[in-house]
């Protein structure tokens, strides 16, 4: 195969994709006999179509087909995910940092690599940092790192993300006066929805995005053109995506027509 007729069939299978994903997000499950008739091609193309969806977290594998997926998977499952990505954007979040800042820190794996480049080897101390996170698995990474004042946010665990949430979290926010908010979404649609998979988990970063001078959603490229069902509101005013590759030009157009900034990490 050429490279020219190799680029012609990925081009072909991504308005696929994203065909197959419109499906769903409307009907919420789709068969694979559907499928292949809607786009005259075999039952095995559209089987490996949904393998490549599911691997990259868009839809969940059925007997038959595939339906929207309602779960977000566990943060231990979601640290393997490009994590070469994540780094380099937390990398970019915490250049943003500086001495006596306030920061608000969500949970996930990609905030998780925000702290992990904030307690990185051979960085000069902390002066006077003060960090306020519903996350565990953050909290255990900034906990012992000098020149860090630690605060964690309250709420009902939830295990398999490793965070709190719920309105107690939200009502300490008011406690405190934030510089930074580095948040996570679930997935970005094509038309610039920040979209997440629950409501108290979305209600939290929003609170989060409201409550800081500046915010700040860190979200890799996984995360592009995934439907997820609870949509992030309300976003202030000059809120900035740090990502690690430059989302699909109708994405790029679409979030920047909604005021958003995009930081592309090194």
Known sequence: MSAETASSARAIAARRHGEILKRLAADGHISVEEMAARFAVS?????????????????????GGATRRSEEPALAVRQGDNPEGKAAIGRAAAALVEDGMVLLLDSGST????????????????????????????????CRVPGIRLHLLGGEVN????????????????RFRADLAFIGVGGISESGDLTDFAVLPTELRAAMLGAAERGFVVVDRTKFGRLTPIRL?????????????????PMAEALTGRGLGIIVAA
């Open 43 to 63: 039952r095995e193309t559209i089987r490996r179509d949904l393998k490549a969806l599911a691997g990259r977290g868009q839809l969940a594998i059925v007997h």
């Open 111 to 142: 905030t998780l690599a925000v702290a992990q480049a904030l307690s990185g080897p051979g960085r000069p101390a902390w002066r006077g940092l003060t960090v306020c996170t519903n996350s565990l698995s953050i909290g255990l990474v900034l």
């Open 159 to 174: 295990g398999a993300d490793e965070a709190a949430f719920g309105s107690e979290g939200i009502a300490a926010l008011s």
């Open 233 to 249: 509101h309300p976003i202030p005013p000059e809120t900035t995506l740090i990502v690690d590759a430059a989302p699909p030009s």
